[in-house]
């Protein structure tokens, strides 16, 4: 059993991190989008790799992913069986915007993002068939993906709340809405993919490489909704749980809803 003393350095020490976060915080103008950019750039850059236990806020560079299924131009059946996805970390925010007054706040920032590590692929479609000129693919092995510079745009509801004598920028459940796209481009790698006693990994990933932009448009909605997972962690819970004063400078006690 944890003695008295014991209780009082843990809690001590659970205070000290606490506070070494939100005080290393600057504040902003609510008003002063570059500041409030410069702001979130420095906490995504600082805390990727430890994340914010304090705050609910995991660890979001490398986002580790498993068994993932992702659908593959409807014509192969992918499973990222373990895979690291790297890269949040070195984000650009290119614009945050908090509109207090209708409650939105808008992000836009571009990153380039690497995927990798072991999956299991079958496919025994006509269309998969027709090209390569044989029987069905499978494939287990180790695949990696290259994104770059993939432009993601998202927006989120939130109101001003009061707690415990404190303002909060609380958001809204399910308010979350995200669009994106790829200002660069995509290339596929894998081994092990077989057609019959034939390796056509080499033939499977020039195809895909060929058409990145077509097969983005199922692969890309995966790999978006664990990147926007890690997001909304990240700016929703640091809403919800910091104080306001720690990064707005205007009191917001007059915007407050609840």
Known sequence: MLNRNC????????????????????????????CQKNLFQNILKV?????IPEYNIPVFDPIILKDVNVPVLN?????????????????VFNDFTTHVDSGLASVDMTCDLTLSGKYTAFSDSELIKSVLGGDSIRGDGKTKVKIEKLNMKFDFKFKVIKKDGETYLKGKDGSLSYKYDVLGKVSFAANNLFMGDQDVSVTVTNLLNQSWKLVMQTVGNQLMSKAMERVKALIGNLFDHVPTKYFISEDLSAYVTN
């Open 7 to 34: 209780v009082v350095i843990i809690s001590t020490l659970l205070f000290l991190g606490d506070a070494a976060f939100v005080d290393n915080l600057s504040q902003c103008e609510i008003k002063d989008t570059n």
């Open 47 to 51: 805390q990727s790799k430890t994340g």
């Open 75 to 91: 014509a192969a059946n992918l499973t990222l069986v373990e895979g690291k996805l790297k890269g949040l970390s070195g984000c």
